[in-house]
């Protein structure tokens, strides 16, 4: 039985009705997935537009890799490479969500319309970050990322990664509680691949319920990583390159929806917009179909 009590709402954010789709826009040379594509503001500004127009509820825009091994980009270039975007889509009209590790980068893309701060350490990174979302009243993304201070690239050991993403990300929306960010602005996120591996993201993914019982929406961010290279690696074991997992991306897309997520992260949209709408859909016809039952019932009487 999927849960979808956990889907909620997000205090500063549009309603969506069903599972939103948060389009990708790395302006970064080096990104995992899709690094260099878009590292030029008109390009990822129209890039932006476009994941709008193939059914993108809002756009995530990052300037710093957090691909293993990248090393941190400095906080002007980080800045140069943002905010001109965020500022260009924010002005379209788009719903756009920043995605950094530092407060300076968060506020100031507050300030040129971004509306959600997305940052995959959980509040860690920047001490400075948790107080700046909170000042700003905006919502604030919750990523689990245990190898963060340890350099980030360490490889995460679990005895059981599910109750112990759970406690841990518990911890830190304890944490970003007591810094000033309202329950109400809290979206929770397991971080795949973020120091796991691929039986860990899968285990995660097979327990979306669990995170849903921290009760607080959930994002998931799948699209295009290694567990999905494992899951659909050949007879020879060789992963298909990162742009080959966007069918991948939409079916997880499909199973987070249908689980009650809140939202997918994706850099292909279009497959997972259609998604999140079946998945949508086939709510509906259950929902539909116990009121039918139950007047059936009804009238059987
Ligand atoms: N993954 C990446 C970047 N940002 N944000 C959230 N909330 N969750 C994630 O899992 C996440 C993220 C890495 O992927 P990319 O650099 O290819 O976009």
Redesign the pocket.
Known sequence: MSNHSGRGSVTGLPAWDRCAVMG?V?V?PD?????GRWFDTTAAVKHGLDLVAQGADLV?V?GE???PGATRVDEDEELRRVIPVVRGLASEGVVVSV?TMRASVAERSLAAGAVLV???SGGLADPRMIPAVADAGAPF?V?HWRGFLQGGNVEGVYEDVVREVVDELHARVDAVLAGGITADRI?V??????SKNAEHDLALLAHLDRLLALGRPL???????RFLGRVLAGPDGAPPP?RERDAATSAVSALAAHAGAWAV?V?EVRASADAVRVAHAVEQARATGHALGARGAEEAR
């Open positions: 990708v790395n970064t990104s995992f997935s899709d690094g995530d990052g890799s957090t691909r995605d997305n940052d995959v993304v990523m979206v996120d397991p971080g795949l691949g973020f994002l998931v961010a799948a699209s295009r990583k990162a992260r850099h």
